[in-house]
């Protein structure tokens, strides 16, 4: 029972996946199952540059914010910025790369792919001022 309550979930992520404008039929777009160095990632959502989250499933009757430190691991050795804990029907999102961003919040809806994009972008953008302002730039 185990397996069909996650892969019900998944079919749930796999609908609002597609509903925020991923393509689940593009590897470029949408990984599953990535091997990692410390286990194997649930779906790795990815840009022309690289990987951009890591979004880890979970079963339709277990809180996904408790596998918020699973998905680090996942997340810092893929070099993905950005989080997303789900069990289909609730979501978590996460810009741990931010030192202002300690925690995960709840999302109503995916995030697109521009959606994520712009979030790279503005960390980035962000990170440069930061640098300018403390002259190391």
């Given at each position: 029972m185990t397996g069909?309550?996650?892969a019900f979930s998944r079919v749930l992520?796999?609908?609002?996946?597609?509903?925020?404008?991923?393509?689940?039929?593009?590897p470029?777009?949408?990984?599953?199952?990535?091997?990692?160095?410390?286990?194997?990632?649930?779906?790795?959502?990815?840009a022309p540059h690289g990987p951009l989250c890591?979004?880890?499933?979970?079963?339709?009757?277990?809180?996904?914010?408790?596998?918020?430190?699973q998905a680090r691991t996942y997340a810092e050795n893929l070099k993905a910025p950005f989080i997303i804990l789900s069990n289909g029907r609730?979501?978590?999102?996460?810009?741990?790369a931010r030192a202002d961003q300690q925690d995960a919040y709840r999302i109503e809806r995916l995030p697109s792919p521009d959606d994520l994009d712009r979030r790279r972008l503005d960390d980035l953008f962000q990170s440069?001022?930061?640098?300018a302002f403390q002259g190391k730039l």
């Open positions: 069909q309550a996650e992520i796999d609908q609002a996946l597609k509903d925020s404008g991923w393509n689940l039929l593009d470029l777009q949408v990984r599953f199952e990535l091997q990692a160095a410390s286990g194997r990632a649930d779906y790795v959502l990815s890591i979004l880890e499933a979970k079963r339709e009757d277990l809180d996904p914010y408790d596998a918020k430190e609730e979501h978590w999102f996460w810009n741990y440069l001022l930061h640098r």
